[in-house]
C-alpha cells in the first residue's frame, strides 16, 4: 500500500520540534568556585499539563566537579558550547529531548552520592543506556511515589559487581 502524494506532503510539513517535549539548560555560578547546572521541562504543545517551567534535576558542587567533564562532552557533543557561568541564571539554551533525559537522570542519581568510585560507575551505567531505558528511570524518579527508593535501586543496580 502506497501513500498518497498529498498525505506524504501533509507529513513532511509536521515539525517535530512543535511536537516534542521542550527542555533548557540553566547554569548559574553561586560562588567563587561554586556552579549549579538545572534541566527545566518548559511548557509545550506535547505536554499540555504543564503550564510552568518544572525542574527536572539539579546539580552543583563537588558532585558537579566530578562529573562536569562528562556533562561538558555530552553538551559539545550536541552542539552546545556553555561560556563561563554568570551570576544570573542562563535562559535558552535549549536541549533535546535525548539529552535532556540522560543529564536530569544522570543529575537526579548522583546528587546525594559521596563515594566517588560509585558515582563514576552511576555516571557511566547512565551514559551507557538507551534513551528508552533513561527515560523509564527517570520518569520513574519524577512520578513514583517514593523517588528515592527508585534512585536507589538504580544505584545498587549500577554499582553492583558483575557476577
Known sequence: MTAHPQQTDQFASI?????????????RRLGAALSMYEVWQL?????????APIRVAGLKGRNLELVEHRVLRRLSQAGIKLARPAAEPMHGLPLSEDLALHLGLMFRALAPMRSRERMRAVAEGIERMDREEAAYWLGMAMHRRRPRRVLAALRTLLTAPPR
Not at 515539525?15 to 547554569?27: D, N, Q
Open 15 to 27: 515539525a517535530p520540534r512543535h511536537s516534542a517535549p521542550s527542555y533548557e539548560l540553566r547554569v
Open 43 to 51: 511548557p509545550a504543545v506535547s505536554t499540555p499539563q504543564i503550564a
